[in-house]
């Protein structure tokens, strides 16, 4: 048996795709550029996917996410 056998023969138990988006859901909120009535902007997004808002600029998002007690990560 070499070590490449080893680690995969290790029965893991995978998550649903339900829970592995609840893992970030209470604490992550995702920035991404988004369009709001013909305007450019950014929208903040749950990780469930989920919108909770939209600002003007990418720093505005990521200060509002940061006000609610969540932390902002870019998404592309």
């Given at each position: 048996?070499?070590?490449?056998?080893?680690?995969?023969?290790?029965?893991?138990?995978?998550?649903?795709?339900?829970?592995?988006?609840?893992?970030?859901?209470?604490?992550?909120?995702?920035?991404?550029?988004?369009?709001?009535?013909?305007?450019?902007?950014?929208?903040?997004?749950?990780?469930?996917?989920?919108?909770i808002?939209?600002?003007?600029?990418?720093?505005?998002?990521?200060?509002?996410?940061?006000q609610?007690?969540?932390?902002?990560?870019?998404?592309?």
């Amino acid at each position: 048996m070499n070590k490449h056998d080893a680690v995969t023969s290790t029965p893991r138990n995978p998550l649903e795709p339900h829970a592995f988006l609840a893992l970030g859901t209470p604490s992550l909120a995702f920035i991404r550029p988004v369009t709001v009535n013909g305007m450019a902007g950014f929208g903040i997004f749950a990780a469930d996917g989920t919108g909770i808002g939209a600002a003007p600029s990418r720093d505005l998002a990521f200060s509002t996410a940061r006000q609610h007690d969540l932390e902002p990560v870019s998404v592309h």
